[in-house]
């Protein structure tokens, strides 16, 4: 495994971000882009992956709307923490490789509708980045829908990064947020920075793209700053 792929692996395998709870962007691309615009509301059942599904928070929305959802994540307590709170979809949640390989296919006997992969792509340097999008995108049905966020160059964490390889920035966390933090015991880690609409919609190329103007901010704390994500809606 490489360098970064490494450390990457080895911060998010703290399971140190616990998301009971669906995030507020999640609660907008749903109400505004999948039910609204697409009738993709849940009702019908469709097949959903949550790509890089953490701790469960996003797809426990999902599956409480209706959707038949899947979720893959390198994170063992991540995944034992999806089994938990979705437990009659536990055999639809599995540990996955961090590596990337054009054929993976986690779930052989299923095309999904909508595949969505949030705030967990920009840990993949641009070599990887493609790999992934391959496979995910041969999960797809024809005329699905994929939803990507990717964070943006103007991000404080950008401030704290210094140059890699392959598109990666390595950043060196200094954050007063993270002092004395329960479980975490390795903070710094490699980040895929977006630098605008035109660099979104060239990783992404491998979609039709739908929406590529999009994007959500937040900063909650005196000591933080900009974490700014651009969102990447495509089609196959």
């Not at 993270?178 to 977006?194: A, C, K, Q, S, W």
Request: hydrophobic share 30%.
């Amino acid at each position: 495994m490489s360098e970064y792929l490494k450390a990457n692996c080895n911060y998010w395998a703290q399971g140190v971000y616990d998301n009971h709870n669906p995030e507020s962007y999640v609660f907008r691309i749903y109400g505004r882009i999948l039910s609204y615009q697409f009738g993709l509301d849940g009702t019908g059942g469709e097949n959903l992956l949550d790509f890089g599904c953490g701790s469960g928070g996003n797809a426990r929305f999902f599956d409480s709307k209706g959707f038949n959802v899947f979720g893959v994540d390198q994170s063992a307590i991540d995944i034992e923490r999806c089994h938990s709170r979705i437990p009659h979809k536990k055999d639809q949640f599995k540990r996955v490789s961090p590596e990337c390989l054009k054929d993976d296919n986690w779930f052989p006997d299923t095309k999904f509708k909508i595949i969505t992969a949030f705030q967990v792509l920009y840990y993949l340097n641009d070599f990887d980045l493609q790999n992934r999008l391959v496979s995910l995108h041969s999960m797809l049905e024809d005329g699905g829908i994929f939803i990507a966020t990717m964070m943006h160059s103007s991000s404080w964490y950008y401030g704290m990064s210094h140059p890699h390889e392959n598109g990666m920035r390595f950043v060196k966390f200094h954050r007063e947020q993270d002092v004395g933090r329960e479980n975490l015991f390795l903070n710094d880690h490699y980040i895929n920075f977006t630098e605008g609409e035109e660099d979104l919609k060239n990783k992404f190329k491998i979609f039709k793209p739908l929406h590529t103007k999009g994007y959500y901010d937040g900063v909650y704390r005196d000591d933080q700053g900009s974490e700014k994500h651009l969102v990447f809606i495509g089609q196959k």
